[in-house]
């Protein structure tokens, strides 16, 4: 006759029989893909991953020469996080990633993962390529911010002056305007005076 195993049935909190087997908690492993810039949780997600096409297709292409590194086309510069595959195209954009919480979601895991963190790299319009510091970039905006808020500050102050220059202008035109109006009625007036003298001396 055939032979199992049979285990002893226990009593758990919710007052019920149970010989189930115990469920493993313990969480998935998390994988990197540095080609495609994505975790997956459990080696089965990143076989399958690893098996797409989507990371066979970047994995051929890594095999192929590297590219001259041409110029950046644009104005100004062009900045890359190497982490995260983005570029920027400004220093405003640029923080906003950096500072983001994406970038700062792969940051944790890089080093959950033991994993060195790439620096960010700026290339000029004649192709040069140099690393950034965030640092230095998040205070020239603010140098800039604060420069630019004391320009429109200085500039709606002199607004504001031409403004009520303009408005004294045109109060003293109108007084003006005034002040001839009634020296004419007065003169009007006088010289309707003369005439009837002069009637009635005739």
């Excluded at 994995?59 to 920027?88: H, I």
């Excluded at 405003?92 to 700062?104: C, D, I, P, V, Y």
């Excluded at 200085?154 to 003006?176: I, P, T, W």
Aim: with cysteine; charged share 40%; hydrophobic share 25%.
């Amino acid at each position: 006759s055939s032979t199992g195993t049979w285990s002893k049935p226990t009593w758990n909190k919710q007052n019920k029989w149970s010989n189930k087997k115990s469920i493993d908690k313990t969480p998935a492993k998390t994988y990197y893909c540095d080609l495609c810039k994505i975790s997956c949780m459990g080696s089965q997600t990143y076989q399958e991953h690893c098996n797409g096409a989507k990371h066979k297709k970047k994995e051929q292409d890594s095999k192929e020469p590297p590219k001259k590194p041409r110029a950046w086309g644009g104005f100004g510069k062009l900045y890359r996080c190497e982490l995260c595959d983005v570029n920027c195209t400004g220093e405003q954009a640029f923080t906003a990633h950096m500072t983001g919480g994406k970038h700062n979601k792969t940051v944790m895991l890089f080093k959950k993962l033991g994993k060195a963190i790439p620096s960010p790299t700026m290339t000029n319009n004649k192709g040069e390529k140099q690393d950034v510091n965030l640092e230095q970039i998040k205070e020239d905006l603010a140098k800039k911010a604060e420069r630019q808020a004391k320009e429109e500050a200085e500039s709606l102050e002199r607004k504001n002056k031409r403004q009520k220059l303009a408005e004294e202008r045109a109060k003293k035109r109108m007084e003006d305007l005034e002040g001839r109006r009634k020296q004419m009625a007065e003169r009007k007036a006088k010289w309707e005076e003369e005439r009837w003298k002069r009637e009635e001396e005739w």
